[in-house]
């Protein structure tokens, strides 16, 4: 990524200042580097200790459209997306899910996952799976594609629908005759979407950066979205980090600002959104609320055991 009217280092600087380190290290490691997909194409399984691995390797290919697991492994799908968090409506091929049952659904694009134990004992064979759903495939998502398919369709159901196929799904799973299996109905499971109410903590809660029309105190954010990578504390919450926020908001006129604000959208690239939220709801046009960006960017956490319980935004 460019860097965009700031002094600040670039990370392409860091990594050379580091690249004498990771010399060493890689000396050490070159055997289990992996290769590049050109390289590997003429590689064979046999190139790897099968000794060192612990299985079969499987033979490397870019043809064949599906899941290989080595011999002895299997694999099944187990939670996708659409399918119902506990007892709400099922999916439907066609698109045609509301944006109330798609809240009540498993979001797209899984990312990061977390196991939390429900019973004390060492096999762990009850408990809670949390995970993010980071972005969207608008074409699949609704009948007709999104705004950039059938921009004349695009509604203000569409956009609700996108943000509840966001954010991060907790689900009750139970293992019964050695197959995992996920308890519906459920009371821990839950939701969490981009309009799901959220306090904030650290240095930035209740400061000018983050308040807004519908927000002056700046102590509730609405949502999260572009959940990428996780963490599970000792405490037992779970952490999920927000990325790419740029992608959703929409600004058409920087010029009418500060010259800081300006540059704070330039380091960012905010200007076009992937979505067309903006067209429906406005805390997503940055013209008329140009703090609302500053609401988003940072890690969430939350008790995944207390369905009920409000998401806090980290802010140190």
């Given at each position: ?12 600087t860091?990594l050379?200042?580091?690249?004498s380190?990771r010399?060493i ?11 590049l997909p050109?390289?590997?194409k ?6 790897f200790?099968s ?19 080595p ?7 187990f939670y996708?997306?659409?399918?119902p ?7 439907k091929?066609?698109a ?10 498993a979001?797209m ?6 196991f939390?134990p ?10 809670l ?26 509604s ?12 991060i ?31 904030i ?7 000018d ?39 959703y908001f929409k ?35 940055l ?5 609302e ?6 890690v ?15 802010t140190?």
């Amino acid at each position: 990524m460019a860097n965009r009217a700031t002094k600040n280092v670039t990370f392409s600087t860091v990594l050379e200042r580091a690249i004498s380190r990771r010399q060493i290290v890689m000396a050490g490691l070159t055997a289990m580097a992996t290769p590049l997909p050109s390289q590997a194409k003429l590689m064979s399984p046999a190139a790897f200790s099968s000794t060192l691995l612990g299985f079969k390797p499987i033979a490397v290919s870019d043809l064949v459209d599906e899941v290989v697991v080595p011999q002895g492994y299997s694999v099944e799908v187990f939670y996708r997306w659409g399918d119902p968090i506990s007892d709400g409506p099922e999916f439907k091929l066609d698109a045609s899910n509301t944006a109330q049952e798609q809240r009540q659904q498993a979001g797209m694009h899984h990312d990061a996952l977390q196991f939390y134990p429900i019973t004390t004992d060492l096999a762990n064979e009850h408990g809670l799976l949390v995970m993010n759903h980071e972005y969207i495939d608008a074409q699949i998502l609704h009948i007709g594609g999104g705004v950039f398919d059938l921009p004349q369709q695009f509604s203000a159901e569409k956009v609700l629908k996108e943000q509840y196929a966001h954010g991060i799904s907790v689900i009750e799973i139970k293992k019964y005759n050695a197959q995992w299996q996920i308890v519906r109905p459920s009371s821990l499971a839950r939701r969490i979407t981009a309009t799901t109410a959220m306090t904030i903590a650290g240095p930035v809660a209740g400061s000018d950066y983050i308040k807004t029309e519908a927000d002056p105190d700046g102590k509730v954010i609405l949502g999260t979205f572009n959940n990428c990578s996780n963490g599970k504390m000792p405490w037992g919450t779970y952490l999920s980090c927000e990325e790419n926020i740029n992608g959703y908001f929409k600004l058409s006129n920087p010029e009418i600002r500060s010259d800081k604000q300006q540059l704070a959208w330039q380091r960012y690239s905010f200007g076009n959104s992937y979505y067309g939220w903006h067209q429906h709801d406005p805390r997503f046009n940055l013209d008329l609320h140009p703090n609302e960006a500053n609401r988003f960017g940072w890690v969430i956490e939350f008790d995944p055991f207390n369905p009920t319980s409000q998401p806090v935004k980290r802010t140190a």
